[in-house]
C-alpha cells in the first residue's frame, strides 16, 4: 500500500520527500498513520529498485531531495494497479489507495476488472459478529453498539456498491441481498 502511494504521487509529478510523506498521510488518513520509519525505508527499496530517482535540491537547502518516477516505476506502478493483491481489494484503506491512483490506467477496461473485483468482494454475505459459520445480521445483535458497526457498515456498502454498478454501467439486482446482510465491508473494519 505504501509503495503504491509513493508510486502513485510521484506519476502525479516530482515531489520533495516532506511533501510525498504528507500526501501519503492524507491519503491514508487516521487509520495507517505513516511513520518517518516506514516510509522513508519504503523510499530507499524502490530507489534501489530503480523505480524512483532521488536527486538533490540545492534550493531547498542542505540534505533536501527531490524524488521522481522512472520510467520502471510508471511500469510497476501500473502492473500494481492492474492486478492488485487480494487483501488490496477487501481492505478499505488498501482498495483506496488502488482506487486513489486507478485513472492512471489507460484502458477503461482494465479499470472496471479491478472495480468488479472489488464489487463481487462487497456482495458476498458477511458479518463481524457470526453464530457458528453463519454471519449474523444487524437485527440479530442485541448490544446495541456492535448493531451499530453493523448498520454502519451495512450503509457504508449499500453506498460503495451503489457507486461502483454505476461506474461499470451495470443495474443492481432486482433484489440485492447482500444489501439484507450485516455488510461489514467498509471504514471500520478491522485490517486483517
Known sequence: MLELAILGFL??????????????????????????????????????????????DPAAGAARYVLSLTAAGRADMLQRLR???????????????????LSHLPD???????????????????SFFYDSERPLRAEE?????????????????????TWLRETLGEEPPAFDTACTDSDPHAPAAPAS
Open 83 to 101: 492486478k492488485p493483491a487480494d487483501h488490496e481489494i477487501t481492505d478499505f484503506t488498501r482498495f483506496y489507495v488502488v482506487l486513489a491512483f
Open 108 to 126: 477503461v477496461a482494465e479499470q472496471h476488472a479491478v472495480l468488479r473485483r472489488r464489487l463481487e468482494f462487497l456482495e458476498e454475505p458477511a
Open 141 to 161: 445483535i442485541p448490544d446495541p453498539y456492535r448493531r451499530g458497526m453493523l448498520l454502519t457498515a451495512r450503509a457504508t456498502s449499500r453506498a460503495e456498491r
Open 11 to 56: 506519476a502525479e509529478g516530482p515531489l520533495p520527500g516532506h511533501e510525498l510523506r504528507r500526501r501519503v498521510s492524507q491519503l491514508t488518513g487516521y487509520t495507517r498513520p505513516v511513520s518517518d520509519g516506514s516510509l522513508y525505508p519504503a523510499i530507499n527499496r524502490l530507489t534501489r529498485a530503480g523505480l524512483i530517482e532521488r536527486r538533490a
